[in-house]
């Protein structure tokens, strides 16, 4: 199973691909869709939280180096 981030500035979208080990053939497809909401009355924010996107943003800097 790979996972690839594809998507993270309004809602954290995750892409999965499945491929069987052996043959190297595609098995399934997947992807993954959440969203931010307020813990206290569930409302949907439109901003992820600040910390969240500089802890993304940081992972993604270190993939590039």
């Not at 439109?46 to 802890?55: E, T």
């Amino acid at each position: 199973v790979s996972a690839s981030l594809v998507e993270w500035q309004c809602r954290l979208a995750i892409n999965y691909l499945i491929t069987d080990a052996k043959r190297g053939e595609r098995v399934a497809r997947a992807r993954t869709v959440q969203v931010a909401v307020l813990h206290s009355t569930g409302e949907l924010q439109f901003v992820p939280p600040p910390d969240f996107l500089r802890r993304i943003e940081a992972s993604l800097a270190g993939l590039r180096t």
